[in-house]
DNA sequence: CCTTTCGTTCAGTCTACACTGAACAAATCT
DNA sequence: AGATTTGTTCAGTGTAGACTGAACGAAAGG
């Protein structure tokens, strides 16, 4: 039979776990529910279901909803289908490196890539006040194009850096 | 003389610039106005002084005031001063190698760390439900172990990574 | 010494967005 | 078929934090 004491004092790590989760994804600045959510169902035994979700954090099942599928998007969290339960079970993706390879890099390869967007634009624009001004020399006009080349660089260099297996490697 | 298109032309590249600098900033969850600055002082043949940003900018001192601030802090902006003028002068680090590798990652460890100390306070809280537990077996304690065990394994891995001058050498 | 010019600070406002509640749709059971 | 359970959606609320305005302090000029 276990001593009176153990059940609080696991029940307080685990809730500290939890908060702390919370804690990370907020700071990273996703909402704390993410960072719960994917805590709960990190140190879970078995897969849970979104009711339990509910009740475990005191959050509304709207929340609860909308989170889950972010974190499926990424794969952070993986459907699981309990057989005789007609209700959606989720269980954590325990191995962080392929969260990160799968999910995080994504999305910031995706910021990366609108970034990429304005700049191009950006490029059109710059030629054609290039195109209008035809071979004057203008101060203030070269030192856009240089610095706005320096930065296309620069976001090129981001990019080879995220898409090389280089750092998938690392994590 | 200046062809009439080229000011408008030249005006709009700028403005488009300044306003992807302050889209980017605003996307990584820190404010837009931090972003705007930088690239205005990134296209800047000269050092600019602070009035000389609100104006251009059309946002209050006080922001321009703090946000100059955080920028010098990770090394993304320099304080300059011209002789004969009590202002303070500000102009871009271009070297975004630098940046990142002064300050940008500063702020990722920094993040880092303080998940650090959560795991600390956890993985203490944990040694203390062991104790009283004193033998016992219980499977959700031991998973709880386990799993905090993994979760402080990639920490250290994300701090290696960091710490590495690999990181610092790609940039 | 008083005035002016700059930069910072801080209490308050505004805004973007996380989060909620209730209505809804879909699927299963009786 | 209706009744119940389960997940999603969306208009609305709450809130964290970016941003502002006015008051302040510090430094220089008259």
Redesign the interface.
Known sequence: M??R??PE??A???R??IE?GG??TQ???MGRIIGQIYALL??S?RPICLDEIVDELGVSKASVSTAVRQLAGWGAVKRVWVKGDRRDFYEAE?D??AIMRNGVLDVIRK?LS??GT??A??EE??K??QA???G?A????A??AA??K??KK?HD?LNS?LGSS?LEH??
Chains 1, 2 share one sequence.
Do not use: D, M
């Not at 203008?138 to 006009?141: F, I, K, P, R």
């Open positions: 276990p001593s004491t153990l004092a696991f307080e790590s685990r500290a776990f702390a804690n990370t700071s990273l600045g990190y140190l035994p325990t962080f490196g910021k609108t970034a304005q700049l634009k950006i624009s710059l054609a006040a209008s001004h035809n004057e203008n101060e203030e006009l030192l856009l610095r706005l320096r930065a620069f260099k850096v280089l690392l994590l």
